[in-house]
T-cell receptor, first 114, second 111 residues
Framework: KAGVTQTPRYLIKTRGQQVTLSCSPI?????VSWYQQTPGQGLQFLFE???????NKGNFPGRFSGRQFSNSRSEMNVSTLELGDSALYLC?????????????FGDGTRLSIL | QKEVEQDPGPLSVPEGAIVSLNCTYS??????FMWYRQYSRKGPELLMY????GNKEDGRFTAQVDKSSKYISLFIRDSQPSDSATYLC???????????FGQGTTLQVKP
């Protein structure tokens, strides 16, 4: 059974640009969550999508947005990139929304801002 | 103060040792508790998933949750060099998929 797939694995952008990251969940999983991982702040929750609806949102500025498609695949967009957005962006999928569903992570997209 | 506290280490042990990793938390609403293992340049891998207080064993791994003390532990028996990684605790409330993570503990198992 294939795991969570994130593309691309690496991205280099410059300040002010925007970026779109993609996540394909485990087959049958309908909930997708996104996290940002940095050495200083660790893993921080960005948002959760279930049935194409955003269910929860973390404390990130509006430059961070996402969406989910009918096949449960999800994309995350960051606009007007800042140096501080350099991080590993991780996607996790679960069968359904809620804390009672274990989440499985992909290997992430490493975003570097120059 | 962070909602979840975890000693970042690093923790270095000889092969075959019993490893104890711990997290404390402040939010009594947390009901689901997880341990993830993360190797360099990889995503977190789910090791253990428990609900409420109690123990859970899976092979060489044992997870313990003490909700009265707001304290969770992961024990690794007969540790191997391949166990060298960063271990992250995570927890959530029942009504949301939002996971709150500890900072992670870096473990090195020396042959």
């Amino acid at each position: 059974k294939a795991g969570v797939t994130q593309t691309p694995r690496y991205l280099i952008k410059t300040r002010g640009q925007q970026v779109t990251l993609s996540c394909s969940p485990i087959s049958g999983h309908r909930s997708v969550s996104w996290y940002q991982q940095t050495p200083g702040q660790g893993l921080q929750f960005l948002f959760e999508y279930f049935s194409e609806t955003q269910r929860n949102k973390g404390n990130f500025p509006g430059r961070f947005s996402g969406r989910q498609f009918s096949n449960s695949r999800s994309e995350m967009n960051v606009s007007t990139l800042e140096l501080g957005d350099s991080a590993l962006y991780l996607c996790a999928s679960s069968l359904a929304s809620g804390g009672d569903q274990p989440q499985h992570f992909g290997d992430g997209t490493r975003l570097s801002i120059l | 103060q962070k909602e979840v506290e975890q000693d970042p280490g690093p923790l270095s042990v000889p092969e075959g040792a019993i490893v104890s990793l711990n997290c404390t938390y402040s939010n009594s609403a947390f009901q689901y508790f997880m341990w993830y293992r993360q190797y360099s340049r990889k995503g977190p891998e789910l090791l253990m998933y428990t609900y409420s207080s109690g123990n859970k064993e899976d092979g060489r791994f044992t997870a313990q949750v003490d909700k009265s003390s707001k304290y969770i532990s992961l024990f690794i028996r007969d540790s191997q060099p391949s166990d060298s990684a960063t271990y992250l605790c995570a927890m959530s409330r029942g009504n949301t998929g939002k996971l709150i993570f500890g900072q992670g503990t870096t473990l090195q198992v020396k042959p």
